[in-house]
């Protein structure tokens, strides 16, 4: 269960031994709640709560129970645990990513801790991160990849549902949106007339203008006014894309129908690919086909909300077409110049 701001903090699941006199529980929750009025999002909320339950939990395992024992040196020895931890059913290591949020949630901690007073010095100011690994996408669907998934929507079944999954993969596709931002979208959002539609508080808290394709907007038209009545309990809804049940689309949900449709579309090179990663697959392949189109980065950057330009440059790594054409065009080792002997 999320944080909200006011709800009462015995609802969730907040480390730390609530009897113990300036333990870590006291605090936490006065840090949760400073970060609600200070607008973070629920799911970074959420996170850091997790987060930090780990590092409470190691805590107290060693008998460290105050914010106030905690040494520069235990710091460096958690840093050291969170390097060397197994995930228990994989037996796997934690990536670099998950190590580094585990760490900053820490070190933004005692760094609230210190500014409030709560502290005389702050021991994890010095606190070193994990170096960032620059991953590339795992898997980018082709053109080709994108209209057999799309294509696999079943839009005559009885229910209505194949033509709402059609419409919200159009849409996923043809803006690049995250998963989240295409939950929380309302029929007031799509201006269908002008092509654009509005991301309201997206990554960052920050809205967004960005353009959708005329395909796309005949497929929301299709299903907001031919299966979408069907399913809304509360004529006061404005949200776009409704569950079965007439309530509003969670993440988890449409991650489960992407993943699906992609099995149903027979990509066996997909079947791999875990449900949360789905929708990311239409957003690496809404940017990477339009670079590969001639698309200018900072475009790309504005349609996705990258607050900074290196995280769109991902996308310049992965988008491999234009690089073959220059390299088959200026290599001197390329096959128009081979003698007909060698061939």
């Known amino acids: 269960m999320s944080w909200r701001p006011g709800k009462p903090a015995g609802v969730l699941r907040i480390a730390g031994n609530p009897e113990t006199q300036g333990g870590f529980r006291a605090y936490l929750i006065e840090f949760l709640d400073w970060m609600a009025a200070r607008r973070f999002s629920e799911y ?6 997790i987060e930090l339950g780990y590092f409470v939990d190691w805590c107290e395992e060693r008998s460290i129970h105050r914010p106030d024992e905690v040494t520069r040196a235990m710091l460096e020895r958690y840093r050291q645990h969170v390097f060397h931890y197994r995930r228990k059913d994989t037996d796997t290591p934690l990536s670099f990513q998950t ?11 005692f760094q609230w801790l210190a ?6 010095y702050n021991p994890a100011s010095e606190l070193d991160l994990p170096r960032p690994e620059k991953r590339l996408p795992r898997h980018i669907l082709t053109i080709a990849e994108v209209e057999q998934i799309i294509n696999a929507c079943d839009i005559h079944e009885p229910t209505g549902l194949g033509l709402r999954d059609r419409a919200m993969l159009e849409t996923l596709y043809s803006t690049g949106m995250r998963r989240a931002e295409l939950v929380n979208l309302r029929i007031d959002d799509v201006d269908m007339e002008r092509g654009t539609l509005l991301i309201r508080q997206g990554k960052g808290a920050k809205d967004r203008v960005v353009p959708i394709g005329q395909r796309a907007c005949r497929w929301i038209a299709q299903y907001l006014y031919t299966v979408r009545p069907l399913y809304v309990d509360d004529v006061d809804s404005a949200t776009l894309f409704l569950a079965k049940h007439g309530e509003g689309m969670q993440g988890k949900q449409l991650s489960v129908i992407v993943k699906k449709t992609i099995e149903t579309a027979m990509l066996e090179r997909f079947t791999d690919t875990h449900p949360n990663a789905a929708c990311h697959l239409f957003r690496h392949a809404c940017a990477t086909h339009m670079l590969e189109n001639g698309a200018d980065i900072r475009y790309i950057q504005a349609l996705l909300g990258h607050a900074d330009l290196s995280t769109t440059e991902v996308y310049t ?24 002997a060698e061939i």
């Open 99 to 109: 190590q580094a949020k585990r760490l900053i949630s820490v070190r933004v901690l």
């Open 317 to 340: 790594q992965v988008s491999i077409l234009q690089l073959k054409a220059v390299h088959e065009r200026t290599h001197p080792a390329r096959a128009d110049k081979l003698n007909k």
């Open 115 to 120: 500014r409030n007073h709560h502290l005389l």
């Open 44 to 49: 970074t909320i959420k996170n850091r709560r």
